[in-house]
């Protein structure tokens, strides 16, 4: 199921939101999680930072989204019903091969192991943040996958 968060931005992100020299720009974030209160924490988190989020609740509705939707990043988790975020991801990449778009993948996961930000990295994604999400990692996150990407 996917939900809609209001397309308008704000210029700037919040006070408490600008310790990081990007954390002012203002991004559309697909953040793809079953996890009802994890998907409310991140949203929070996010749309406190001034950025404009969206909801898929599982790897088919962020694949969805990805195709229709003009985004900046996608935070993704790995361990999802029905498609999980390494699947979905294999299938964004897949169809940026013929588009030659490449829209930054963060993995979250909450079973960090050894090797699995590694593997995420492999598996085609741009970051990789453990859970519970902490505001600070987060943004921190953010910032080194749009410094990449600029």
């Known amino acids: 199921m996917l939900d809609s968060a209001p397309v308008s931005r704000p210029a700037t992100a919040p006070e408490s939101c600008r310790e990081h020299p990007r954390a002012h ?82 993995a979250m996961t909450a079973h960090a192991m050894k090797g699995d930000e590694e593997k995420c990295l492999a598996g085609g994604m741009d970051g990789y943040l453990g859970k519970p999400i902490q505001r600070l990692r987060l943004l921190e996150t953010l910032e080194q996958v749009c410094a990449v990407r600029a």
Do not use: W, Y
């Open 25 to 106: 720009a203002a991004l559309r974030i697909l953040v793809a999680e079953d996890n009802p209160v994890n998907r409310t924490v991140a949203q929070r988190m996010l749309e406190k930072c001034g950025h404009s989020v969206t909801i898929a609740e599982n790897g088919f509705a962020a694949v969805a989204a990805s195709g229709t939707q003009d985004l900046d990043l996608i935070l993704m988790d790995i361990q999802m019903p029905e498609m999980d975020g390494m699947e979905a991801t294999a299938a964004i990449r897949e169809r940026e091969r013929t588009t030659g778009g490449h829209i930054p993948i963060i």
